[in-house]
Each structure stands twice: as structure tokens, then as C-alpha cells.
Antibody, heavy 115, light 106 residues
Framework: EVQLVESGGGLVQPGGSLRLSCAASGFTFSSDWMHWVRQAPGAGLVWVSRINGYGTITGYADSVKGRFTISRDNSKNTLYLQMNSLRGDDTAVYYC????????WGTGTTVTVSS | EIVLTQSPVTLSLSPGERATLSCRASQSVSNFLGWFQQKPGQAPRLLIYDASSRAPGIPARFSGSGSGTDFTLTISSLEPEDFAVYYCQQRSNWVTFGQGTRLEIK
């Protein structure tokens, strides 16, 4: 069974940092693009970042560019999102998503940025 | 950035009725268009990818059509479990999502 399990969310003060992780299983992790997508409370889905299977090509939404860094460790089947300089509008559930057409989603991890 | 506009914002129908949801792109996305269903407290689920291909395990009552800038998700006969929020998404130029259509029970 294909599974994605996010972790690392929590409460952080504005200006702080968090690193999210996503443990993947049930598929050839290194073969797939991976994404992070977030959803603020009561709001819609917003794409955050993506990375290719090799980890050599990345992309970011303008709202997080320069503050967030996506990476992966294919030896550990794990995707990461390093989030720095966090702001209140980064508060959201963060989903790890598999493949170019987003066929599998994790259950999400909640990030709350508040003083 | 490619903007996706979904209509209607809310659709009120009864079980057994046909649902037609629309998604319009601000520029052509070819057929790189997907549809997702999200129920409260759950992660989104892929229904349709590449405009018209049903994802594995998705019932045949869900179908997608369109290309370029205009797309449609059709649910042929609504089941009680189909009432949810639906999002379209393009992956032609980076990735963007529509604002969602809420399908509610009339």
C-alpha cells in the first residue's frame, strides 16, 4: 500500500523555523516528483513546492520563495520542507503529495504560527 | 501564474441527480488538468487526471472532459458520499488550484 506520513508540525512563533518530514512507503520513492501543498483553516488548497525524483530540480510558490527549502533523502524514502522566517499566514495543514498528477496525499501535519 | 476559476461556488442537488462542475483556466493548460474531492477533516483525493482519465478505484459515475481552458467534472448520479468540496488543479505551468466548488445536499 502506498503511504505518506507527515510529521514535524507544531506551534511556532513568528520568525521561527520548523522542518517538516514525510515518510514514504509502498512505491519507488526516487522515481517520483513530490510536492508540498498547504491548506489554511477554512480555505482552499495552495501549492507550496515540488522536487524531482533526483532532488536536482525544485520549485516554489512566490509566497514561500527564499524562506522554504524542499529536499529529499532517497536512501531514507523521506521528503522534507525546511521552513524559516515563518509568518502568521503560513498557518495551515501541510500535505505531502506524490507524483506529477498528485495521486496520493498524506494525512497532513498542522503548522500554527502564533505568539 | 495560471488562474483557475471554478463555478458554481456552491451547488445544491439531491441524491440521484446529475452534477456538472466547471473549471476555467486563464490560459491554456492543454490537458494537464486534475480534479480532487475533499471531505471535512480528510486529505484531498484524486478523481481525474489529465482532464479525462479516472484515477484507480474511482467510480465510473465520475467523468472529466475538456481541454485548453475549459473543463468539466460530471457526476452522473449523485450518491450520498459524493457531497464534498471539489477542486480543479493544473500542472501545465507550475501548479495552481481552483478555489473549489462545494457540492451540498438540497
Amino acid at each position: 500500500e502506498v503511504q505518506l506520513v507527515e510529521s514535524g508540525g507544531g506551534l511556532v512563533q513568528p520568525g521561527g523555523s520548523l522542518r517538516l518530514s514525510c515518510a514514504a512507503s509502498g512505491f519507488t520513492f526516487s522515481s517520483d516528483w513530490m510536492h508540498w501543498v498547504r491548506q489554511a483553516p477554512g480555505a482552499g488548497l495552495v501549492w507550496v513546492s515540488r522536487i524531482n525524483g533526483y532532488g536536482t530540480i525544485t520549485g516554489y510558490a512566490d509566497s514561500v520563495k527564499g524562506r522554504f527549502t524542499i529536499s529529499r533523502d532517497n536512501s531514507k524514502n523521506t521528503l522534507y520542507l525546511q521552513m524559516n522566517s515563518l509568518r502568521g499566514d503560513d498557518t495551515a495543514v501541510y500535505y505531502c503529495v506524490k507524483a506529477a498528477h498528485m495521486d496520493v496525499w498524506g494525512t497532513g501535519t498542522t503548522v500554527t504560527v502564533s505568539s | 501564474e495560471i488562474v483557475l476559476t471554478q463555478s458554481p461556488v456552491t451547488l445544491s442537488l439531491s441524491p440521484g441527480e446529475r452534477a456538472t462542475l466547471s473549471c476555467r483556466a486563464s490560459q491554456s493548460v492543454s490537458n494537464f488538468l486534475g480534479w480532487f474531492q475533499q471531505k471535512p477533516g480528510q486529505a484531498p483525493r484524486l478523481l481525474i487526471y489529465d482532464a479525462s482519465s479516472r484515477a484507480p478505484g474511482i467510480p465510473a459515475r465520475f467523468s472529466g472532459s475538456g481541454s485548453g481552458t475549459d473543463f468539466t467534472l460530471t457526476i452522473s448520479s449523485l450518491e450520498p458520499e459524493d457531497f464534498a468540496v471539489y477542486y480543479c488543479q493544473q500542472r501545465s505551468n507550475w501548479v495552481t488550484f481552483g478555489q473549489g466548488t462545494r457540492l451540498e445536499i438540497k
